[in-house]
């Protein structure tokens, strides 16, 4: 499995900006599906963006989009996840994972944290 490690987390303001960064090592295949997800103290880990690397598709979900993008370095192995306009609600434990899947459902992304076999060990964020 390949190795994940986040950083960027942080806190911020209402309205304020992050950019996490997920940097993959291990890696053995050209192309993966590697997600971002989220869990708020509380509530269920949600999958909230995804992208195939390499050039593939990338998915935001409707919850976050037009606030949240996800790009990648492929070169560099590296995902990011750039958070515009934050709210206090974003407040949450970020953790970036590979090896699964996504599909986006009517503006819904369908990624379920069971399907993905490798994580980060995550890096919170807090909007207040």
């Known amino acids: 499995h390949v190795q994940l490690v986040e950083s960027g987390g942080g806190s911020v303001l209402a309205g304020g900006s992050l950019n996490l960064s997920c940097v993959m090592t291990?890696?053995?295949?050209?192309?993966?599906?590697l997600g971002w997800f989220r869990q708020a103290p509380g509530k269920e880990r949600e999958g909230i963006a995804a992208?195939?690397?390499?050039?593939?598709?990338?998915y935001v979900d409707d919850s976050v989009k037009g606030r949240f993008t996800i790009s990648e370095d492929n070169a560099k192995n590296m995902v990011y996840l750039q958070m515009n306009s934050l709210k206090p609600e974003d407040t949450a434990m970020y953790y970036c994972?590979?090896?699964?899947?996504?599909?986006?459902?009517?503006?819904?992304?369908?990624?379920?944290?069971?399907?993905?076999?490798?994580w980060g060990q995550g890096t919170q964020v807090t909007v207040s």
């Open positions: 992208i195939y690397t390499g050039g593939g598709n990338a």
């Open positions: 291990g890696v053995t295949h050209s192309r993966y599906c």
């Open positions: 994972a590979a090896e699964g899947a996504a599909v986006p459902v009517g503006g819904r992304l369908h990624m379920r944290a069971d399907d993905f076999d490798s």
